[in-house]
């Protein structure tokens, strides 16, 4: 083909992608129920116009004809056009439909069923694969040209670096394990908008390496990785940054060509730019050539750097954290940069310096639970492993070996340090012992104080026990250097290594309870720990401070906590439970200094600001300047004492509202994508929030500070339900499952399975022992709560149920659908009891009143009924003119509260049954101070 004929295809196609882009951009402003669909689809449409634009600048160069199968090439665009122009007419049939659309509102629905989604996305990926195949063919000569420039010794390189390198072939992260770190590292790789730095920190022997190697591979898997540099101490070339950036772009350029001639460029006018100062060959090498490059749509690619730690100069590891972020300047390419490292000072002031451009995770502060299983998965799969070996080896072992029992001794032993289970597996494969004399000898040092001696000595033991003579000499070289240790330990209280291994930074406050049961110590990790001052042993660690904490005071009778920090707020805890009572924000600068009044109720606090306050500290009241939502209302939730009014909105906030007057109280922010979903625990104490960013959050509606993150959906959350006592909070999500989670400490406890589609909403019975559940699989399911298992799954909907609500005696359940239609239920027998039909469009929203004889739903015909569940009659129509996602009636006014705003129900109801269709029910419209 003529270069020009297939650059003017491939132009045309080009111009297409365009006009859908714009289009389905059109439909994300207006329509809400299939936004991820339009999502999925427009990422798709970016990804092939930026594929598209690359094929394009190659066709135009002088070299196009090196394809040999160009004519292949240009059916694939003409039928790549086709496809387009048929999606195309389909989503634009719709939009051509629409007049005008007034004050923002979703006048469109979207033409497109998931299933023809996905197979229009199928076939993009196709025609995607088929042009980077055709790229990639004319990248390789270029690659070798540069790979041959590097090879000359032009770049110098660190040999060993990458993760793959004979040098790091060391274990990956067993299946099974790490689960939840390895899913935030994916999720914040997806995130268009995060943070350019994930740095995951951790002391010694708790699995950076190796959580940093299956990273690696995974995003070589998926054609992310960019490239790793693996430091090592002691290592010639590994254990500085001389080498790292040569290294780095030696391995970029396979996954980013597109930089070649900007660094061919950059070598051949600087010869000797690997002996250049840090900052130059950053500047040369790598951030001047991702500014240069001109693609389209930004691609995302990472690069792993393990053990920063471990580059020897503390000035080069500072310097290296104030470069990568430069790289966000560029909009052609988007770096990535996972670091690891030990918590030490000069990496910790290095990140205090680009706070904005990096989030974390502390290894050492992963929930207990998450560590004791991950090493027993490890410890079961090794030990299984070494069973198996040894009876290959005919030595006699029992099946059963070493038995449950032991494995959670040993996992007891191991927590938090996946290298002292491996450790020990090291030992048991040794052939020199068997394998349970080995478990014996360890175990006999599971009660040392020490957690220096528990760990280790038993290893040295075993180490040196019948050896050969070069171990005993070793022996005795061990010997020598314990007495040091021991001439330094002998001073120290034994507990004072676990409270070392307690806090990642300098420790700046201290603070007995009155009863000295209980020493709470602050860091400028941010963390507070509680101690039992007689054993030394870590209690419990508190998160909540965003800064150092400078000071710690307890009140009189021990029964809170005040804490106060650089983040110039102070907080109240329970330091029984841990909980964050409240937080008291209002000075300027750091709060240093704390004081509580021993007669009254009076907390004194002195800050930087130059201020003292005085705070009554069993109210903690706090008046804020607050600001309404800027985007949609996609949820409302009620407290149970109908004084205030929770709304969540697209705008990413929660906003909480005074109901009589109207007033907004508090905006709550922490969630990084819509907010779908929300719910008051039964005793008003706990807000839950769901969210398109895939987690829920606890909040204290009093305070508005974050209880809890709960993580382990894998896509959108829909709907979040209480049970009746608080302790159980129900979810539902596009991952097609339901989660029941305990409030108390944030721990999953079942994952119910059954439906086939998004579960779209969730009600507990007003008794809790049943929990519904709705999905665009257009069931309605049944769960036992207490065994956690499907009872009835009910099938009448023709399209998706998008709402599900039980009346308040538990005698109904209706739902709603795109089917347009209202069904009751009986929940005892599953039996239809009444269909009700009205609305025009889907029925988004359901809400009964507290009496159960009034029964409103909202629909996208822009409509609210009101009807009577009881004889499944229409009693009013409010035309509200814009279509309505959320309602709910208050629980001690007439009021029904949706998101468009507040509506007075006033109704009454006949004595006796002949009387039931004289019901006559008036509505007029209070307001919209919420909407």
């Known amino acids: 083909m003529e270069p020009l004929s297939g650059a003017g295809s491939v132009i045309a196609v080009i111009q297409l992608a365009s006009c859908i882009a714009k289009i389905l951009g059109d439909y994300i402003n207006d329509v809400k129920i299939a936004k991820r669909d339009i999502l999925d689809l427009q990422q798709e449409i970016d990804g092939l116009a930026g594929v598209l634009r690359k094929l394009n600048t190659l066709l135009d160069r002088s070299n196009s004809e090196k394809f040999n199968s160009s004519n292949a090439l240009l059916d694939d665009v003409k039928e790549c056009s086709s496809t387009l122009e048929i999606l195309k007419t389909k989503i634009n049939s719709e939009m051509a439909g629409i007049t005008m659309k007034r004050w923002g509102l979703r006048a469109l629905k979207w033409p497109l069923k998931r299933t023809e989604v996905d197979e229009t996305i199928k076939r993009i990926e196709r025609y995607k694969s088929l042009f980077t195949l055709a790229l990639q063919l004319d990248q390789t000569r270029s690659i070798d040209h540069i790979e041959e420039r590097i090879l000359s010794g032009r770049l110098q390189t660190a040999k060993g670096a990458a993760f793959d390198s004979y040098e790091n072939q060391h274990q990956e992260c067993l299946p099974g394990t790490r689960i939840e770190l390895l899913r935030d590292i994916e999720e914040w790789m997806q995130l268009a908008h995060g943070k350019c730095i994930f740095w995951l920190n951790g002391m010694a022997g708790t699995g950076k390496s190796t959580i940093s190697r299956t990273v690696a591979r995974i995003l070589k898997e998926k054609r992310l990785l960019g490239a790793s540099f693996f430091f090592k101490r002691g290592e010639e070339d590994r254990s500085n940054a001389k080498r790292l950036f040569p290294t780095l772009i030696e391995q970029l350029v396979t996954s980013i060509p597109q930089l070649i001639p900007y660094i061919q460029k950059a070598i051949k006018n600087n010869n000797n730019i690997s002996e250049k100062v840090l900052k ?37 590891i500072r310097l290296i954290l104030q ?70 080896r005919g030595s006699e072992i029992p099946l059963d070996w070493p038995g449950d029992d032991n494995v959670a001794a040993l996992v007891k032993m191991s927590v938090p340090l996946f290298i002292f289970a491996a450790t020990v597996c090291r030992i048991f494969e040794d052939p020199q012992w068997h394998p349970a004399d080995s ?11 020490s957690r220096l001696d528990g760990t280790y000595l038993p290893v040295l033991n075993r180490l040196l026990i019948n050896q050969n003579g070069h171990l005993i000499e070793s022996q005795d070289q061990v010997v020598e250097i314990d007495k040091i240790a021991v001439c330094c330990k002998e001073e120290l209280w034994s507990a004072e290594l676990q409270t070392l291994e307690g806090h990642s930074g300098t420790v700046w406050s201290l603070a007995f309870s009155p009863d000295g049961q209980v020493l709470a110590s602050g860091s400028y990790d941010s963390t507070i720990n509680f101690w039992d001052p007689i054993t030394g042993e870590l209690q419990q660690t508190i998160k909540g401070h965003s800064d150092l904490v400078r000071s710690l005071a307890f009140s009189a009778d021990g029964k809170v906590l005040a804490s106060c920090s650089d983040d110039r707020t102070i907080k109240l805890w329970n330091p029984t439970t841990g909980e964050l009572q409240q937080t008291l924000e209002g000075h300027l600068d750091s709060v240093c200094s704390l004081s509580f009044s021993q007669d009254k109720p009076v907390l004194a606090s002195g800050s930087n600001d130059k201020t003292i306050k005085l705070w009554d500290f069993t109210t903690g009241k706090l008046w804020q300047t607050l600001e309404g939502h800027s985007n949609w209302v996609n949820c409302l939730a009620f407290s149970p004492d109908g004084k205030v009014l929770a709304s969540g909105s697209d705008d990413r906030t929660i906003k909480l509202w005074n109901t009589t007057t109207g007033e907004l109280q508090k905006t709550l922010e922490g969630h990084s994508n819509w907010i779908n979903s929300l719910a008051f625990s039964p005793h008003g104490q706990v807000l839950a929030s769901g969210s398109a960013d895939r987690t829920i959050k606890l909040w204290d509606p009093i305070t508005g500070k974050v209880k809890q993150s709960l993580t382990g959906h894998s896509d959108s959350l829909n709907s979040l339900a209480f049970s009746r006592n608080g302790r159980v909070l129900a979810s539902a999500s596009n991952d097609m499952t339901i989660k029941l989670w305990d409030t108390t400490t944030g721990c999953l406890q079942r994952t119910l399975k059954g439906h086939l589609n998004w579960v ?16 665009a699989d257009r069931t309605i399911k049944l769960w036992d709560t207490t065994m956690s298992k499907l009872q009835q799954t009910w099938e009448g909907h023709s399209g998706t149920v998008w709402s599900l609500v039980f009346s308040f005696d538990g005698q109904m359940l209706a739902s709603g659908s795109d089917d347009k239609m209202i069904k009751l239920w009986d929940p005892t027998t599953g039996e239809l009891q009444q269909t009700l039909k009205g609305h025009s469009d889907w029925v988004n929203c359901l809400a009964f009143s507290p009496d159960s004889k009034v029964l409103a739903s909202g629909s996208d015909d822009r409509t609210i009924k009101l009807w009577d569940p009881l004889i499944g009659k229409l009693k009013h129509t409010l035309t509200v003119g814009r279509v309505v996602n ?10 029904l509260i949706t998101d468009l705003g507040a509506f007075c129900a006033q109704y009454q109801y006949a004595r006796n049954a002949s009387e039931l269709s004289k019901i006559s029910v008036e509505v007029s419209i209070l307001g919209r101070q919420w909407g």
């Not at 920063?308 to 503390?314: A, G, K, M």
């Not at 360890?442 to 009660?447: A, C, G, N, P, V």
């Open 280 to 316: 130059e060959q950053f500047d040369t090498l790598l951030l001047q050539p991702l500014l240069e490059v001109k693609q389209g749509p930004t691609a995302t690619v990472a690069i792993v750097i393990d053990a920063l730690d471990e580059c020897e100069q503390e000035d080069d």
């Open 760 to 775: 779209n909403a969730l009600t507990f019975s007003p008794d809790s022992e049943v929990l519904a559940s709705c999905s």
């Open 323 to 392: 470069l990568l972020p430069q790289v966000q300047r560029s909009t052609s390419v988007r770096l990535r940069f996972l670091l690891t490292s030990r918590p030490e000072l000069p990496i910790r002031l290095g990140f205090k310096d680009i706070a904005n451009d990096y989030q974390h995770f502390v290894l050492h502060e992963t929930p207990k639970p998450v560590i004791e299983r991950d090493i027993s998965l490890f410890l079961h799969h090794r030990l299984s492993q070494i069973r198996q070996e040894f009876s290959r």
């Open 886 to 895: 959320d309602l709910e009636f208050s629980k001690d006014s007439p009021h």
């Open 439 to 449: 478990l014996n000898e360890i175990l006999s040092h599971q009660s040392d104080n």
